[in-house]
């Protein structure tokens, strides 16, 4: 198994930074992709970032798109978001996950294995 544990978030006027990490232990050696979600509330989880592990690709949704950028630590086993002109529209859980597939598809839900517990991002106005 992969444990995930998030940090960095809080709370940050609109067109500030913040910048989030996903520590993954345990089997981190089988992580082959890192993403990230948000959830609203009353909204659904969506799609924000991802990446694989070796660096190789990247993927971002398009509301996030210029403003996010994805990276990761490989000695650290840890993924970062770097999010950068936020938004209130930004206001959500963020969730990091890890999948072991590969073959792409890295925008859905469905192709991670571990889910980290959530942390709140609220970008005033």
């Known amino acids: 198994q992969v444990q995930l544990v998030e940090s960095g978030g809080g709370l940050v006027q609109a067109g500030g930074s913040l910048r989030l990490s996903c520590a993954a232990s345990?089997?981190?050696?089988?992580?082959?992709?890192m993403g990230w979600f948000r959830q609203a509330p009353g909204k659904e989880r969506e799609f924000v970032a991802a990446?694989?592990?070796?660096?190789?690709?990247?993927y971002y949704a398009d509301t996030v798109k210029g403003r996010f950028t994805i990276s990761r630590d490989n000695a650290k086993n840890t993924g970062y978001p770097q999010m950068n002109s936020l938004k209130p529209e930004d206001t959500a859980v963020y969730y990091c996950?890890?999948?072991?597939?590969?073959?792409?598809?890295?925008?859905?839900?469905?192709?991670?294995?571990?889910w980290g517990q959530g942390i709140q991002v609220t970008v005033s106005s």
């Open positions: 345990g089997r981190a050696f089988s992580i082959y992709a």
């Open positions: 990446a694989t592990w070796s660096g190789d690709s990247t």
């Open positions: 996950a890890t999948s072991t597939r590969m073959g792409g598809g890295y925008n859905y839900a469905v192709r991670y294995d571990y």
